[in-house]
């Protein structure tokens, strides 16, 4: 009995303890602004690459801020990244006249606590209340994403969500599968001449997320990811409203109910009625040294309660089934 008051405690408390290690794209709040991201949710992949003739390295950066990225189990085991991870980069090398493979598998960023305890952690910094000359001319957000860890080394991804109102923040995202094959088709025909032009095109022409860097920060000590993410979510105006007026999304974007409010008042509600029971059950049994039913307060009224109800629900009953226009049983004369 003395223990619910802790428990009561910890169930309200227990929000902000996630909140704080993982990232809830639905509800970022930083200076004062609510930002929601949710409407970016789904995985989205961007490139860099490198063309050292005769071969082509490229890495993929697979990014879902929403959710953890799905596993897909016709991929091998050493060839993807851990689950949980929300940007996982996998650095493919190409080469004239053999198979593309997988050299190199990066976690980046994701919640890690079944396996090893590292969490996502995100910090979130408003751009233009930034003490830097450059990020106070932009309206946004930065986001610093944690958890992933390499040979070692820690590694993050730093996420600049850019104020752009002309842009929903999912463009240039529907043609992966094509981008890939005219990838593969441009190493095949690579005839590693140093001389010859770049041969690859521009992998992420037209997309909101661009890649700016990745490599090791802090004296090597930590790879980090450099992004920038164009997007009319990151605006203020945007800020404080819920997408699609007063109905909420989940991270796939489907509408869901929005009665929060109305769940947790019955959550408050029955912690209450059951720290009265208990309260005045312990008052009952020190106090007067009730046993049984006489311990609970009210204990009559709540043991007549189903009467009670019956009663109510039979003179109800009765009031409707007698309003027919009958007057007691008798016809008029």
Not at 13 to 26: M, Q
Not at 52 to 69: E, G, R, S
Not at 146 to 167: L, N, P, R, T, V
Request: proline share 5%; charged share 30%.
């Amino acid at each position: 009995m003395v223990y619910l008051p802790r428990t009561a405690a910890s169930l309200l408390v227990l929000p902000a303890v996630i909140n704080a290690v993982s990232l809830d794209c639905k509800h970022i709040r930083v200076d004062g602004q609510s930002f929601h991201f949710d409407k970016l949710g789904g995985p989205k992949e961007v490139y860099f690459r490198e063309h050292d003739p005769p071969n082509i390295q490229n890495t993929t950066f697979t990014i879902d801020i929403c959710a953890a990225l799905k596993i897909d189990d016709k991929i091998e085991l050493q060839n993807r990244c851990d689950p949980g991870t929300r940007i996982c980069a996998i650095n493919r090398e190409y080469r004239q006249g053999v198979e593309p493979f997988i050299s190199t598998v990066i976690p980046i960023a994701g919640d890690y606590s079944t396996r090893n305890g590292r969490h996502i952690d995100p910090i979130y910094t408003r751009l233009n209340g930034s003490d830097s000359h450059s990020d106070a001319k932009l309206e946004g957000v930065r986001a610093e994403l944690h958890g992933g860890q390499y040979k070692g080394k820690d590694q993050k991804a730093i996420i600049e969500f850019i104020c752009d109102k002309e842009m929903e923040g999912n463009e240039g995202f529907k043609t992966e599968a094509s981008v890939r094959r005219r990838q593969e088709r441009v190493s095949e025909d690579d005839g590693g001449d140093e001389d010859k032009e770049d041969p690859l095109p521009d992998l992420n022409e037209g997309k909101a997320i661009q890649f700016v860097s990745f490599g090791p920060e802090r004296d090597g000590k930590v790879g980090v990811l450099r992004l920038t993410w164009k997007t009319k979510y990151a605006c203020e105006s945007q800020a404080g409203e819920e997408p699609d007026g007063d109905d909420k999304h989940d991270g796939e974007g489907k509408k869901s109910s929005g009665w929060g409010f109305f769940t947790w008042f019955l959550i408050i509600a029955f912690l209450l009625a059951a720290a009265y029971i208990i309260f005045g059950s312990w008052l009952n049994y020190n106090r007067y040294g009730a046993r049984g039913w006489d311990l609970i307060p009210h204990g009559d009224t709540i043991r007549d309660l189903p009467y009670i109800l019956k009663d109510w629900f039979s003179g109800i009953a009765g009031r409707f089934g007698g309003s027919d226009g009958s007057r007691g049983g008798y016809s008029a004369v």
